[in-house]
Structure formats: structure tokens, C-alpha cells
């Protein structure tokens, strides 16, 4: 009889240790959740501002990779938490349900929440890469038009240049090679007109996307120097045609 009253005390010990242990881990589980609610929220709020003028500019996208980053953190600080609960429950499973715990409940509830933030996390990446994505599809769209447009403003100067020469070339430059070097300027102005605007374009897309580019490799300062060059050539061919022009 007195071995079964310290078996009936050491029982009754232990479920109580398992009861307060069991609601320590609920109690953490809930705080586990809502803190990833509020991380959730967090991001749907960031990503609906980015996304409402059509285009997430670079201080915008950092912030999404922040609040991205924020919630991988907190992912790994909770899962070791979920898996020690569910470590409990398979240890104490018999107890547990002595005590009225629908176990299979809890561990589907465990295993769901640790789904959800897998697929949470992996909408918030795949929503940062395809932003990647996108800033490297424009990036390669503005250097193609760029170099497009180097060929012909190149092009244009060898066209000014040969027209010179040639009306040079005797010492005197007569009314007919004179409207020619008119047409040839005007069509360089032309060019000169129609690509500027797209240097301006290129080198802002550039400065509002710079952290992200440099993410992906790119030399931002070496890119804004050779579109600040070729402006600067621009310029100087159309003073020195418009020089030759009125001399």
C-alpha cells in the first residue's frame, strides 16, 4: 500500500509537470504565431505600397528584402520551437491524452504552421526575384538601346566628318556641298534629339535601382560615367557643327 501511494504521488507529479509543460508550449506556440502574423502583415502592407504606382522603385525593394529577410529570421527562431513541441507531444503522447489533449490535433497543427511559413517565404522570394528579374529585364532593354544608339551617333559623326572632308578638300566650300553639310548636321541634331532622352532614361533607372543592380553585378559608377561621356561627346559634335555651320 505505501508503494502504491509514492507510485500514485510520483504519477501525480509528473502529470502535473507534463500540464505546465504542455501549456508553456502552447503558450509560446501562440506568441510564435502571432508574431509571424505581424511579419506577415508587414510584408502585404510593404508589398501593396511598392506595388501602388506600378513600380517598385530601389528604396521600396529594399524594404521588401528587409521585411524578407525579418521573416526568414523569425522562421528560424520558431521552428526549433515547434519541433521541441512536437518532440513533447510524441514523448507524453499517452499522458497527454489522459489529460483530454487531442494529440493528432496539435500535431497537424504544428506540421500546417510550419508549411504555411515554408509557402509564406517562398511567395516572398519568388515576389523579390521575379522584382530581380524584371530590374535585370529593363537593365538589358536600356544597354541594347543604348548601344543602338552609340552606333548611330557614331554612324552620323562619320557622316559629318566625310562631308567636311570632302568640301574641304578643295579650299573653298561651294553652295552645294554647303546644303549638304546642312543635311548631314540636321540629321545628326535628329539623332542627337532622339537619343538624349534615352541616356536621361537609362541613367535614371540606374539611380533608382542602383542597390539592386550592384546586388546583381553591376558597375552603377562605371554605367552612369560612360552615358555621362557619351552626352558630353554629343554636345561637343553638335557645337563643333553648329560652329562649321555658321562659319
Same mark, same amino acid.
Given at each position: 500500500?505505501?508503494?502504491a501511494?509514492?507510485v500514485?504521488?510520483?504519477?501525480?507529479q509528473? +502529470?502535473?509537470? %507534463?500540464?505546465?509543460?504542455y501549456?508553456?508550449?502552447?503558450s509560446t506556440?501562440?506568441e510564435?504565431?502571432?508574431?509571424?502574423? #505581424?511579419a506577415?502583415d508587414?510584408?502585404?502592407?510593404?508589398? =501593396?505600397m511598392?506595388?501602388?504606382?506600378?513600380? %517598385?522603385?530601389d528604396e521600396?525593394y529594399d524594404h521588401l528584402i #528587409?521585411?524578407?529577410?525579418?521573416?526568414s529570421?523569425?522562421?528560424?527562431?520558431?521552428?526549433?520551437h %515547434?519541433?521541441?513541441f512536437?518532440?513533447f507531444i510524441?514523448?507524453n503522447?499517452?499522458?497527454l491524452? #489522459?489529460?483530454?489533449?487531442? +494529440?493528432y490535433e496539435d500535431?497537424? =497543427?504544428?506540421?500546417?504552421?510550419?508549411? !504555411?511559413? #515554408?509557402?509564406n517565404?517562398e511567395?516572398?522570394?519568388t515576389?523579390t526575384n521575379?522584382? +530581380?528579374?524584371y %530590374?535585370?529585364d529593363?537593365?538589358?532593354?536600356?544597354?541594347a538601346?543604348?548601344?543602338e544608339?552609340?552606333?548611330?551617333?557614331?554612324s552620323?559623326?562619320?557622316?559629318?566628318?566625310?562631308?567636311?572632308?570632302m568640301? !574641304?578638300?578643295?579650299? /573653298?566650300i561651294?553652295?552645294e556641298? /554647303?546644303?549638304?553639310?546642312?543635311?548631314v548636321?540636321?540629321e545628326?541634331?535628329?539623332?542627337m534629339n532622339?537619343?538624349?532622352?534615352?541616356?536621361?532614361?537609362?541613367?535614371?533607372?540606374?539611380?533608382?535601382n542602383?542597390?539592386?543592380?550592384?546586388d546583381?553585378?553591376?558597375? +552603377?559608377?562605371e554605367?552612369?560615367?560612360?552615358?555621362?561621356d557619351?552626352?558630353t561627346s554629343?554636345?561637343r559634335d553638335? !557645337?563643333?557643327?553648329?560652329?562649321?555651320l555658321?562659319?
Open positions: 500500500m505505501a508503494f501511494l509514492i500514485s504521488g510520483c504519477a501525480s509528473e +502529470t502535473d509537470y %507534463i500540464s505546465e509543460e501549456d508553456q508550449h502552447v506556440f501562440e510564435d504565431v502571432a508574431s509571424l502574423d #505581424d506577415i508587414n510584408w502585404n502592407d510593404a508589398l =501593396a511598392a506595388e501602388s504606382d506600378g513600380y %517598385i522603385g521600396e #528587409d521585411i524578407r529577410n525579418e521573416y529570421t523569425e522562421m528560424n527562431r520558431v521552428n526549433p %515547434i519541433d521541441s512536437k518532440a510524441e514523448e503522447e499517452n499522458a491524452k #489522459d489529460m483530454g489533449v487531442d +494529440t500535431k497537424k =497543427a504544428l506540421v500546417d504552421f510550419q508549411t !504555411e511559413m #515554408d509557402e517565404y511567395v516572398m522570394e515576389s521575379q522584382e +530581380t528579374d %530590374i535585370a529593363e537593365y538589358e532593354q536600356h544597354l538601346t543604348y548601344e544608339d552609340l552606333s548611330n551617333i557614331e552620323c559623326t562619320d557622316n559629318w566628318n566625310d562631308a567636311l572632308a568640301a !574641304e578638300s578643295d579650299g /573653298y561651294s553652295d556641298e /554647303y546644303d549638304h553639310l546642312i543635311d548636321g540636321n545628326y541634331i535628329d539623332e532622339r537619343v538624349e532622352p534615352h541616356l536621361v532614361s537609362f541613367k535614371e533607372f540606374i539611380e533608382e542602383e542597390i539592386a543592380l550592384k546583381m553585378g553591376v558597375d +552603377t559608377y554605367d552612369k560615367k560612360i552615358l555621362d557619351l552626352q554629343i554636345d553638335y !557645337e563643333t557643327i553648329l560652329i562649321s555658321e562659319g
